[in-house]
């Protein structure tokens, strides 16, 4: 697995992708479908506050998922929104949460941001447990917050800072306890 920034080269594996999972997409998410919108999300990422970052599976160089870092504020706040989406294809395999990880790791590590803020509509119960594997912290409920696929949504609010991510991390790299030499 390996992660890096959407870049104007990866628009037709990003509208194959995009197509192929709008019944997973839908109405979570709404990713741009068509040569204008996926320019449009590139061109957003030169202004510094919004970065898109591809999930690219190792084996075979297939666009697994997409995390995007948005709203990025600096100065004593430090923080972002992040969304993400999954190719059909590979949903189910643990890659959109490998591509998640690598994503917090350049929040946290490149950006130098202290949160992240992840907002899920309480019927994706497959994001909600994701972001809950991942560490993020539950933080409340956000009425009628996005407008997505036509209409308002309601959305559970969570965030994970980066003591939050640096402790997960310290615990999934713990060397495994001495043998009891009897």
Known sequence: ??????????????????????????????PPSDAAGFTALIARSAGGDFVSLAGWRA????????VNLSQIVRGPLQSCYCGFYAHAATAGQ?????????ALQYAFTVERLHRVEA???PGNARSLAL???LGFRH?????????IDGAWRDHERFAITIEDWRAAQAVRVKPPAPANDR
Do not use: C, I
Not at 59 to 66: E, G
Not at 94 to 102: K, S
Not at 139 to 147: A, I, K
């Open 94 to 102: 643990g890659l959109t949460r490998e591509t998640l990880e690598l």
């Open 59 to 66: 084996s075979d160089s297939v666009l697994v998922a997409v």
């Open 131 to 133: 972001v809950r594997r």
């Open 119 to 121: 907002n899920v509509q």
């Open 1 to 30: 697995m390996w992660l890096r920034k959407l870049r104007v080269d990866d628009r037709d594996a990003f509208l194959a992708m995009v197509e192929a999972s709008r019944s997973l997409h839908h109405p979570w998410t709404s």
């Open 139 to 147: 933080e409340g409920f956000s009425r009628r917050y996005l407008h």
